[in-house]
């Protein structure tokens, strides 16, 4: 049996296993990891790769970290792998029910017994280059957790291989492993200095071949919105309900052409995440996206707008903006080292995968890891329709990252010498 089959079978069977277990993210929780269900994954991890002899630790707030020495002599840069382990809070993950579709012949899969959720040519174009492979996905009741969990069993496995094969030469190598990425958290407590890495790089993309060195600069916003409270029954004159005003202003920003809906490519958007209150106080959540960080500005200008309007056919209402940075475009730092990318390409070449650079409607750790100062491209996990009910993954993609990894480690110890941070 060759080494790629090995790849697959290992990884198929390891990602099923931890999508099984529920790690969502809270956005509302103050706790770090935000729910402690993601330190169950994060122990299982702790475990195996101490099973394989790897130096491992979870700390306090879910980071789980492993190092595997160099085998190919000293001064080597150090080179960190990160995943995620959270998954997102816009569709349950609990009880996920992998399914199995092998052998994908360009027909409609069907992902529950009342065909309510299909993955098709239609909704997953795709699916074209996946013909004869092998299509995990859930069963429509939850999302399936490939993003991030395909990128973890991906590290993982080609942890586990190099450990195998010690003729596969490598410098020193760490496995990071986050929590909370998905509510924009995932590295709020990490100490840099303490994981010493030189370089790293992500595995949280899409499609097999993609490298991303630039993402959206993003912002998060809070309305406030004050009303005014009486009794309903006696409310004639003196209510101002601010569930009526946030209504105005969530109808106002549902017809703006900057919507998400309404945009695509290196186009921009502003979008609306949740709302809570009563008639007499409420919030709306916010998330401005773009890829110019100078535009973000014009983004929250285009909320306060709708707030202005809105409130002034209220009279007695009012509204306050509080306004926080997520990450920020990484491309400009990225473009300093262009061997990140050069070398992720030829990883992936000698993988038998076709690279692509690409831009990433989102955002990934290695935003904030490079503002942090560790430059961190994005590269693929093979993972589409995140956050979805019809979210999939190929097993034949996640074996080329898992080779792609190995590659990686490999071409880092080919050349020991590379320029400062």
């Known amino acids: 049996m060759d080494l790629l089959h090995i790849v697959r079978q290992g990884v198929a069977e390891r ?41 491992a630790t ?73 013909m004869g492979n092998t299509i995990i996905t859930s069963d429509g009741s939850t999302l399936l957790g490939a993003d991030d969990k395909a990128g973890v069993a991906e590290i993982m496995e080609a942890a586990k291989q190099l450990v195998l094969h010690p003729e596969w030469k490598h410098g020193p190598l760490v496995f990071l492993f986050t929590v909370d990425e998905e509510i924009g958290r995932g590295v709020d407590h990490l100490d840099l200095k303490a994981l010493g890495a030189d370089w790293a790089y992500t595995l949280d993309g899409e499609e097999r071949g993609d490298i991303e060195d630039e993402t959206f600069s993003a912002d ?6 004050h009303g005014i409270s009486a009794h309903p029954g006696f409310a004639k004159g003196r209510m101002v309900n601010a569930l009526k005003v946030a209504g105005g202003i969530l109808h106002a920003a549902s017809t703006s052409q900057g919507a998400p809906e309404y945009t695509e490519g290196r186009e921009g958007f502003v979008h609306p995440v949740s709302i809570q209150g009563n008639a007499e106080y409420c919030t709306i959540q916010w ?57 992720a390409a030829e990883a992936m070449r000698r993988a038998g995968v076709t690279p692509r650079l690409r831009s990433i409607r989102g955002g990934t750790d290695g935003s904030r890891l490079t503002a942090m100062g560790l430059p961190c491209p994005n590269l693929f996990a093979g993972g589409h329709h995140f956050h979805s009910r019809t979210e999939w993954v190929s097993v034949e993609d996640m074996g080329a990252a898992v080779m792609t990894i190995m590659h990686l480690a490999s071409l880092f110890a080919e050349e020991p010498h590379y320029p400062s941070v």
């Open 220 to 225: 998060s916003l809070t309305l406030h919105i």
């Open 287 to 343: 998330i401005l996206r773009d890829f110019q960080t100078s535009e973000l500005d014009g983004w929250a200008a285009q909320i306060e707008e709708f707030a202005r309007i809105a409130t002034s056919a209220f009279p007695g209402s009012r509204y306050e903006v509080v306004r926080e940075q997520q990450y920020r475009n990484m491309k400009e730092t990225l473009d300093r080292y262009p061997f990140l990318v050069e070398h």
């Open 15 to 55: 990602f099923l296993r931890y999508v099984q277990m529920d790690t969502q993210s809270d956005p509302q929780s103050k706790f770090v990891p935000s729910t402690l269900k993601q330190k169950d994954l994060g122990r299982l991890l702790l475990a195996e790769l101490q099973e394989w002899g790897i130096e």
């Open 58 to 130: 979870i700390d306090d707030y879910g980071y789980v970290v492993g190092r595997l020495p160099s085998n190919a002599g000293p001064d080597l840069p150090v080179l960190c792998f990160c995943a995620h382990q959270d998954t997102s809070p816009d569709c349950s993950g609990a009880m996920v029910k992998p399914q199995w579709h092998p052998q994908y012949d360009g027909r409609d899969l069907f992902l529950d017994a009342e065909r309510q959720y299909v993955l098709g040519l239609v909704n997953a174009p795709e699916l074209l280059h996946q």
